[in-house]
């Protein structure tokens, strides 16, 4: 019994769950908890048990690496382990010290006392994969908070500190100092004092006007819980417990649980929050590989990318030298990210004493020698591959030995990068997005010499300011720009051949993109995309070039948000976009130009158009080995490009339809002769071998 240690203190028995982390309540601990349970209740030695984890969890609830498996409803399955300890002919002591979630919650329900320490947080985060507590958390929770708290805490899903309950029938003391001794000490008194057992199943739930009250909680949850079919079914479950026994009120949780369980929107949640794990690891990268130190940052250029990626450090505690070529811009950008402390500040969510903390830690300079002390150096210039050598060389001059050296490139090599310097195996590609300090994306670029430790070092570090750091390998665009050159290709010939964008926006946000191709390019500014046409165009001058409705709309000075004018119109002071009759004037042009007779499209070929354009790529370069696994470009489009996460990413989807409907329907596009709608061959690989996209 390795994952639970077992001893006997006077007439107590101590369970004490020893599965780190988080003690998650996989199926070898399942056996373990009953087997100590009915080991104290055959041992006339032992009056009561305390059922207690590691200062760090009681338990983090259901192993979730468990759930599509069949060790997930392996006897004793948690409903089971639940059952035994509430029925417990000798009264059980819960003592709960750390993280007490999910499962671990609903096992803490079952028993008939509760103690906590102050810092013990407590969630039933199940909402957040698109289920609800199945482990009776519905059921007995209302018991002890009453309907309302109960509902709220459930739908919100979020931890709060046990101390928040101090004085509820949750938890019967809130213990300062030693958590075991006081538990014990309070096993003793229930002995002592005869105290009968409390079974939270034994409860009735009662609240006046409930009908009333679990209509308005339905409306309310109907407004707000969007595709997501959770919150409707914890209401669901929730009013349950008004049945007459707990046993029925328990039957429907199941119930509810199991449809839950079988919905795509859960599948894909449960899908990502795997995923958000197994991005962090890179295959041969293993844990444990030495990282360097980085105490002292370095930026090069202030505008808006390295003032913005400067922040993320600034709020993580660490130093950081900004560098720019002239005085004025780095007043600029400087001024700039004390404009953004100062609203958060006025928001709330900055204290003066933190903004004066961090402004202390941001030192600018001209001088690239003041780079010299700097463990960690990220490069935000323009993107243009002369200047970047230029700064790359000199960046090589007066780096320290060790230093790493990165690029915030979207779309240059970075393998030509670190070959500017001689120290390849020092530079990587740290690529942040726009806005940098509130993004949650890095994708990290992995040269063909960037050393172990410094991709080590790097995933350390992109934890510490709070980044979800994703790999991906040297090509054009890395994994999430790259994709988008076909999908923004199946939006342009969309309307090129009789869509409007306004109507292909709409599509895409009712698919759950949160904003369409369209509007995203007006936000980001057309003149980007533009710019990198022409220098693609430049560096490959063989390439035939085909006349592009996204250049025209340049040519206009159709810039987008920032210009006033883009695919929308927009008014002063408004971010609102208008469709512009100028835009179809445009369009029929083009079309009149090209000799295309306009048709029109449903807005499923739009989605399937675009959406299939994504998976297409995302699959070509997972065949190229350019992501290491598809739930890794998964999480690229969900943190970095707003793909819908109750469909789980463009891979998870791709999977969900199924690979024979997604390479037939592929084939059927590119009848018109466009040869990039051809299936990725891991695509036609997949389907022979019957497996998925992983
Ligand atoms: P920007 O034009 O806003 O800022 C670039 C800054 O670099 C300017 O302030 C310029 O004065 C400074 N600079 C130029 N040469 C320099 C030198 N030799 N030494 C010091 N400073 C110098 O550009 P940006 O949008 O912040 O983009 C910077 C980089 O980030 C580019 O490689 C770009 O591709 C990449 N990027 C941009 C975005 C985006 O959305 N803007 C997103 C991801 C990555």
């Known amino acids: 019994m390795t994952c639970l240690q077992y001893a006997v203190s006077g007439r107590i028995a101590l369970l004490t769950m020893a599965q780190p982390p988080v003690n998650s309540?996989?199926?070898?601990?399942?056996?373990?908890?009953?087997?100590?349970?009915?080991?104290?209740?055959?041992?006339?030695?032992?009056?009561?048990?305390?059922?207690?984890?590691?200062?760090?969890?009681?338990?983090?609830?259901?192993?979730i690496r468990e759930f599509d498996t069949p060790k997930f409803m392996q006897e004793p399955h948690l409903r089971t382990v639940v059952d035994l300890f509430e029925q417990s002919a000798k009264p059980v002591i819960a003592a709960i010290?750390?993280?007490?979630?999910?499962?671990?919650l609903e096992l803490a329900l079952s028993t008939h006392f509760r103690v906590a320490s102050p810092q013990a947080t407590i969630a039933l985060p199940e909402v957040k994969l698109g289920l609800l507590p199945g482990a009776g958390g519905t059921q007995r929770l209302p018991r002890l908070l009453g309907l309302e708290a109960a509902l709220s805490?459930?739908?919100?899903?979020?931890?709060?500190?046990?101390?928040?309950?101090?004085?509820?029938?949750l938890f019967n003391e809130i213990i300062e100092g030693d958590l075991i001794a006081g538990a014990l000490a309070f096993a003793e008194r229930v002995v002592a004092d005869k105290l009968p057992i409390k079974r939270v199943c034994d409860l009735k739930v009662s609240y006046p006007s409930h009908e009333a009250f679990l209509q308005f909680a339905r409306n309310m949850v109907k407004g707000v819980a969007g595709p997501y079919p959770a919150p409707l079914k914890i209401v669901d479950a929730i009013?349950?417990?008004?049945?007459?026994?707990?046993?029925?009120?328990?039957?429907?949780?199941?119930?509810?649980?199991?449809?839950?369980?079988?919905?795509?929107e859960s599948r894909a949640l449960r899908h990502l929050f795997q995923a958000e794990r197994a991005a962090s690891k890179i295959p041969d990268v293993p844990d444990g590989t030495p990282t360097r130190t980085i105490a002292k940052v370095g930026v090069i250029g202030a505008g808006t990318m390295g003032g913005g990626i400067a922040m993320n450090f600034l709020n993580a505690g660490l130093p950081v030298t900004l560098i720019e070529t002239k005085q004025e811009a780095?007043?600029?950008?400087?001024?700039?990210?004390?404009?953004?402390?100062?609203?958060?500040?006025?928001?709330?969510?900055?204290?003066?004493?933190?903004?004066?903390?961090?402004?202390?830690?941001?030192?600018?300079?001209?001088?690239?020698?003041?780079?010299?002390?700097?463990?960690?150096?990220?490069?935000?210039?323009?993107?243009?591959?002369?200047?970047?050598?230029?700064?790359?060389t000199a960046l090589d001059l007066v780096a320290k030995p060790g230093a790493i050296l990165a690029s915030n490139t979207s779309t240059l090599d970075v393998n030509r990068i670190a070959g500017f310097t001689q120290r390849p195996a020092d530079v990587v590609g740290l690529h942040f997005f726009s806005p940098a300090n509130v993004m949650k994306l890095l994708e990290v670029v992995r040269g063909q010499a960037t050393a172990k430790d410094v991709l080590a070092t790097v995933m350390g570090l992109a934890k510490k300011i709070k980044k979800i750091a994703v790999v991906a390998g040297v090509c054009d665009g890395f994994i999430g720009n790259r994709m988008l050159m076909p999908y923004w290709a199946a939006a342009e010939d969309l309307i090129a051949r009789g869509a409007t964008p306004w109507q292909v926006d709409q599509a895409m946000e009712a698919f759950g993109m949160v904003m369409g191709p369209f509007r995203v390019s007006d936000l980001a500014g057309n003149d980007i995309g533009w710019a990198i046409r022409k220098s693609r165009a430049a560096l490959n001058p063989q390439r035939p070039v085909k006349p592009n409705v996204a250049d025209a709309l340049c040519e206009l000075g159709r810039f987008g948000q920032k210009t006033g004018k883009g695919w929308y119109r927009y008014e002063a002071g408004n971010r609102a976009p208008i469709p512009d009759p100028e835009v179809m004037a445009l369009l029929e042009s083009h079309r009149q130009k090209l000799g295309i007779t306009a048709q029109t499209f449903s807005d499923e070929e739009i989605v399937t158009r675009c959406v299939y354009a994504l998976i297409n790529e995302g699959a070509k370069l997972l065949g190229e080995g350019i992501a290491a696994r598809a739930s890794d470009i998964d999480m690229v489009y969900l943190t970095g490009y707003g793909f819908p996460a109750y469909r789980g990413g463009p891979m998870h989807y791709a999977n969900e339809i199924g690979l024979f409907k997604?390479?037939?329907?592929?084939?059927?596009?590119?009848?018109?002769?466009?040869?990039?709608?051809?299936?990725?061959?891991?695509?036609?690989?997949?389907?022979?071998?019957?497996?998925?996209?992983?």
């Open 25 to 63: 309540l996989g199926y070898d601990l399942r056996v373990a908890l009953v087997a100590a349970l009915d080991r104290a209740n055959a041992d006339p030695a032992v009056s009561a048990l305390v059922l207690t984890g590691s200062e760090r969890a009681f338990s983090g609830g259901a192993d």
């Open 97 to 104: 010290g750390g993280v007490c979630m999910g499962g671990g």
């Open 153 to 169: 805490f459930i739908l919100g899903g979020n931890p709060l500190p046990a101390s928040k309950f101090k004085g509820t029938p």
């Open 239 to 264: 009013a349950a417990t008004l049945k007459p026994s707990f046993a029925e009120g328990d039957a429907i949780e199941q119930r509810l649980f199991t449809e839950l369980m079988l919905t795509p």
């Open 330 to 392: 780095l007043d600029r950008g400087i001024a700039t990210i004390t404009k953004n402390y100062q609203g958060s500040l006025q928001k709330g969510k900055l204290t003066e004493a933190d903004l004066a903390k961090r402004l202390a830690l941001l030192t600018g300079s001209l001088q690239f020698s003041d780079l010299s002390d700097c463990d960690l150096v990220i490069e935000a210039v323009f993107e243009d591959i002369a200047v970047k050598e230029k700064v790359f």
């Open 662 to 694: 997604v390479a037939r329907t592929l084939t059927e596009l590119g009848k018109d002769g466009d040869p990039s709608w051809a299936p990725a061959p891991l695509i036609v690989e997949c389907l022979s071998a019957n497996r998925a996209l992983t």
